[in-house]
């Protein structure tokens, strides 16, 4: 079974940065196009980025500007830069290899004074 492993989530104060990483062991992220996740409480999970194999990103309006997707093939690894961060930008956020049904275990934002 592919696991996407996020992590770099944590508490932030309004107008804040943090970059969220996501790896995986037995696939080349490569290959695939990512996306970055999000669940804030008591919400539905909503898309917010992705980037395909050739680096052409897609952003949802609210994140444009603040969040930047990018991808290390070297480190397999995808990010995601958030910067400005702003209390409704609390939630778990998660990984995925678009139509692959592989998601991660997500990382947890807090953003609150």
């Known amino acids: 079974q592919v696991q996407l492993v996020e992590s770099g989530g944590g508490l932030v104060q309004p107008g804040g940065s943090l970059t969220l990483s996501c790896t995986a062991s037995e696939i080349r992220l490569r290959s695939y196009v990512m996306a970055w996740y999000r669940q804030a409480p008591g919400k539905e999970r909503e898309f917010l980025t992705s980037?395909?194999?050739?680096?052409?990103?897609n952003y949802r309006d609210f994140v444009k500007g603040r969040f930047t997707i990018s991808r290390d093939d070297a480190k397999n690894t995808v990010f995601l830069q958030m910067n400005n961060l702003e209390s409704d930008d609390t939630g778990v956020y998660f990984c995925?290899?678009?139509?692959?049904?592989?998601w991660g275990q997500g990382t947890r934002v807090t953003v609150s004074r």
């Open positions: 995925t290899a678009v139509r692959s049904g592989w």
């Open positions: 980037i395909t194999p050739g680096t052409g990103t």
